[in-house]
């Protein structure tokens, strides 16, 4: 499992054959109820850009090998199971009300067909008429925010899944692509399994989350936030390097994937961690603020981190966007090395978790209210996330090479994925598509791969760069 950008992992060169809902079905959906579950505070934000425009894709998909024949009824009725079985996936928002209220339609009056994509204008290759229609089809102010394709190949298919950012994240692709793949194989065999529940749905997380937002827990977990925020006087994480754009201004985004270590790289680096004690998320923030360090001499690491906020197994299996923002900050050890790092991220990243719990948009709600953190709420945020990658891998069935994507659209910030998956640890970046950009960009994954590599062979990293009093800064 690797993630990319759309114009590198989707590939269509014979005819796509698209799983969409019936016209009746559409029409029903436009009549469903609303629903008295607020939309989460994510989905807000999400919802209140694409509302303003202009309209650019928002869309997160994935592509997986299904080895068996593509046998289309069969495929149409998995697709109408899997819908039907997250309601997240059944979820419309109403662009016009202040509020966005959602509606969900019930799965009594879910149908789909499936028909072949038109002729391509140009050529034989079908990709860019496939990104075409995903960005047409797929939105959260219309029923279905989903869009389905299976791309047939020599004995197999390439099934393709996308949904608004609305209603899915990096692990719901990722959990969207074994269920789907399950699904397929064991109606195709004629076996009726009887699957577990979902763990939770996603109208049962947002009402969750505002219960979080409010009350005795975050009243105690606030303090970490406003501490963690101040620590940074109450500004975003600035970009490391400039990215050849005003700020503020979006230009159109690229995403680009680097391997950081192979196979045999990656089983050393994870035997020095363990021998360490530390975890891989202490292990890559370190490495992270190591990299950055070096290659603009900041002496405090600032970043956001996307955490998943599953919470254990009610979550585990839901599809939807699941995620917080929480601040990772910590001051480079007079001596920077990897021992130092590792350790000083262990403190941010366990405050971090408890952090989490509360919704960032309720804690700085709350600053707001007290007069500080106007400028939390300016800018672009620039962010890390780190994908773990290994369990979903390792369920999914041999030959699936299954790639999570995003489309391009729109930034005037950095986005920073790391990722372990079966065999290697990999690097994706998305960022404004800018010659400057991308060539201190690619200075950085190079810089990022000589911490990495050096510690999987000596266990250790020590900076080649000394660290001076005044000699960076924090921002």
């Known amino acids: 499992m690797r993630i990319g950008g759309v114009k590198d992992v989707l ?65 149409v009725a998995v697709i109408a199971d899997f819908v039907a079985a997250h309601d997240g996936l059944r979820t419309w928002f109403d662009r016009d009300d202040p509020q966005f209220a959602r509606h969900v339609v019930d799965s009594s009056v879910l149908e789909f067909e499936a028909t072949e994509l038109p002729d391509p204008v140009t050529g034989p290759d079908w990709t860019a008429d496939l990104m075409q229609y995903f960005e047409v089809a797929v939105s959260p102010f219309a029923w279905p925010g989903l869009a389905t394709a299976a791309i047939p190949g020599s004995g197999g298919f390439d099934l393709v899944f996308v949904a608004d950012h609305a209603f899915s994240d990096g692990i719901s692709q990722a959990l969207a692509a074994l269920e789907l793949g399950d699904r397929y194989r064991e ?82 680096f994870d035997a020095a961690i363990v021998q360490r004690g530390a975890t891989m998320s202490m292990a890559l923030f370190g490495a992270l603020a190591l990299a950055e360090y070096e290659l603009t001499a900041r002496e405090r690491f600032w970043s956001l981190n996307v955490l998943a906020t599953r919470f254990g197994p009610r979550f585990a299996t839901t599809q939807g966007w699941l995620c917080n923002f929480v601040p990772v900050s910590f001051t480079i050890p007079v001596r920077p090395d990897f021992a130092g790092t590792s350790s000083a991220a262990r403190n941010a990243l366990e405050c971090g978790r408890r952090m989490s719990v509360l919704p960032a948009q309720a804690a700085v709600a709350r600053l707001l209210n007290s007069g500080r953190g ?29 790639r999570i994507f995003t489309a391009d659209g729109t930034t005037s910030a950095v986005s920073i994925w790391v990722g372990r998956n079966e065999s290697e640890y990999f690097l994706t970046v998305g960022a404004p598509d800018t ?17 990495l590599v050096a510690i999987a062979i000596t266990g250790d990293y020590c900076s080649e760069r000394a660290l001076t009093a005044g000699s960076g800064s924090g921002s």
């Not at 049962?204 to 105690?220: L, P, T």
């Not at 300016?378 to 090479?401: K, W």
Request: glycine share 6%.
């Open 11 to 75: 590939r269509a060169r014979s005819r796509p054959i698209v799983v969409t809902p019936t016209a009746e079905s559409i029409r029903a959906a436009r009549r469903a109820p609303v629903s008295p579950v607020r939309p989460t505070f994510l989905q807000v934000d999400h919802l209140r850009a694409s509302a303003a425009g202009p309209v650019e894709s928002t869309y997160l998909g994935m592509v997986t090998t299904i080895g068996e024949a593509l046998d289309l009824d069969v495929l």
């Open 187 to 268: 109606r195709l065999a004629g076996r009726t399994t009887v699957r577990r529940a979902a763990s939770g749905s996603s109208l049962e997380y947002a009402a969750y989350e505002r219960v979080r937002a409010g009350g005795a827990v975050a009243d105690d977990v606030y303090p970490y936030w406003e501490r963690a925020l101040g620590d940074a006087h109450f500004r975003l994480p600035k970009p490391m390097f400039d990215l050849g754009v005003a700020s503020g201004e979006r230009c159109r985004r690229r995403l680009r994937t680097w391997t950081l270590l192979d196979p045999q790289q990656t089983r050393a």
């Open 374 to 402: 106007g400028e939390l709420v300016e800018q672009e945020p620039n962010f890390v996330t780190l994908l773990d990658l290994r369990q979903p891998a390792a369920a999914q069935s041999p030959g699936a090479d299954t």
């Open 435 to 451: 010659p400057i950009a991308w060539r201190q960009l690619s200075d950085y994954a190079r810089r990022l791969r000589h911490v």
